[in-house]
C-alpha cells in the first residue's frame, strides 16, 4: 500500500534487550525522522535523515541508532532497552524540494519496555 | 532557535460552540506552520499549513487559524464544535530560510468535546 508503514505496531521487551522498529516508505521522500511522544512532552525528534546513508541527531537521541540504507526504510534501534525508553515512536517522511512542505506520520509504535 | 508554545495542555468545549486553541511560536526567521491533528491510537495527520501566501488559512473539516505576526501566534478555531473533533491538537513551525526540514511541536492540547 502508499504511504507510511510502521511495524511492529505494539511491542513488549525487556529492559536489555535490543530493539528494532520498521519504517518504510513508499513515496520516495528524502528526508525521513524519528520522533518519541510521551505524555507532557508533545513529540521530540530522535534521530533524521535527509538521504540514504546521512543521518542527523535530534533533540533526545541518546540510547538510539539508525540507519538509512535505501531511501524507502528508515529502521530506529535500541540497542539496550531502558524503561525510559517505554513510548510511542512515530516514523514521519517528508519531501526535500523547498516551500512549506508537511511531514507526513506513520501510524505509531507503542514500544513498552519491562 | 525555534520554539512553540500551546496554551493549554486541556481545552474542553460543548458541541456546537467556538473552538479556540492556542498556539505562540518564535523564530528569527520568516516561519512555516502547521496545525496537526493526532486521534485515539493513530499517527499526526495535518489540518492545515501557514505559507506565507494568505494570514487566514482554512484547513479540513471546517478548521482555520490566522498568522498575526504582531503577536507571533497561530491560534485555530473552528466556529462550531462536532463530537468528531475530540482529539488532541499539535502545532508545529518550521524555519522557511536554509536546508532544515526539521519540525519543532508544541506540547499538544487535547480537545474535549462534550455533548
Known amino acids: 500500500d502508499a504511504g507510511i508503514t510502521q511495524s511492529p505496531r505494539y511491542k513488549i521487551t525487556e529492559t536489555g534487550r535490543q530493539v528494532t522498529l520498521m519504517c518504510h516508505q513508499t513515496w520516495s521522500h528524502s528526508y525521513m525522522f524519528w520522533y518519541r511522544q510521551d505524555l507532557g512532552h508533545g513529540l521530540r525528534l530522535i534521530y533524521y535523515s535527509a538521504a540514504a546513508d546521512i543521518t542527523d541527531k535530534g533533540e533526545v537521541p541518546d540510547g538510539y541508532v539508525v540507519s538509512r540504507s535505501k531511501t524507502e526504510n528508515f529502521p530506529l534501534t535500541l540497542e539496550s532497552a531502558t524503561r525510559s525508553q517505554t513510548s510511542v515512536y512515530f516514523c514521519?517522511?517528508?519531501?526535500?524540494?523547498?516551500?512549506?512542505?508537511?511531514?507526513?506520520f506513520g501510524p505509531g509504535t507503542r514500544l513498552t519496555v519491562l | 532557535a525555534q520554539s512553540v508554545t500551546q496554551l493549554g495542555s486541556h481545552v474542553s468545549v460543548s458541541e456546537g460552540a467556538l473552538v479556540l486553541l492556542r498556539c505562540n511560536y518564535s523564530?528569527?526567521?520568516?516561519?512555516?506552520l502547521f496545525w496537526y491533528v493526532q486521534y485515539p491510537n493513530q499517527g499526526l495527520q495535518l489540518l492545515l499549513k501557514?505559507?506565507?501566501?494568505?494570514?487566514l488559512v482554512k484547513g479540513i473539516n471546517g478548521f482555520e487559524a490566522e498568522f498575526k505576526k504582531s503577536e507571533t501566534s497561530f491560534h485555530l478555531t473552528k466556529p462550531s464544535a462536532h463530537m468528531s473533533d475530540a482529539a488532541e491538537y499539535f502545532c508545529a513551525v518550521r524555519n522557511s530560510g536554509g536546508s532544515n526540514y526539521k519540525l519543532t511541536f508544541g506540547k499538544g492540547t487535547l480537545l474535549t468535546v462534550n455533548p
Open positions: 523564530s528569527s526567521v520568516p516561519p512555516y
Open positions: 514521519a517522511s517528508s519531501e526535500q524540494r523547498g516551500g512549506p512542505l508537511e511531514q507526513f
Open positions: 501557514y505559507t506565507s501566501a494568505a494570514t
